[in-house]
């Protein structure tokens, strides 16, 4: 079992910024790609960006260039440093993490944007 802890999550004023961490602790022994997803209100739960364990690196196309994945491996620990936060970046961000044929999901950390 891997368990995945998000923090990082808050209120936040449109332009702002937030970095939200995800923590994989457990049987993490080959975790292969971790990413956060978000879910907001009335929508389906959707990709925000991912990273694979050799770095390489997805974003949905609303997170291009405002959003940067990264992972320290040695901290077993994913960020999404989000920048020029929008009210329509207000959502629940779920962590993700797959293991095998195993998919793993945190308890998500909620962010809000106000305009």
């Known amino acids: 079992q891997v368990q995945l802890v998000e923090s990082g999550g808050g209120l936040v004023q449109a332009g702002g910024s937030l970095r939200l961490s995800c923590v994989a602790s457990?049987?993490?022994?080959?975790?292969?790609?971790m990413g956060w997803y978000r879910q907001a209100p009335g929508k389906q739960r959707e990709l925000v960006a991912a990273i694979t364990s050799t770095g390489g690196t997805n974003y949905a196309d609303s997170a291009k260039g405002r959003f940067t994945i990264s992972r320290d491996f040695a901290k077993n620990t994913v960020y999404l440093q989000m920048n020029s936060l929008k009210p329509e970046d207000t959502a629940v961000y779920y962590c993700n993490a797959d293991q095998f044929t195993t998919v793993y999901w945190g308890q998500g950390t909620r962010v809000t944007v106000s305009s």
């Open positions: 457990g049987n993490i022994f080959r975790l292969n790609t």
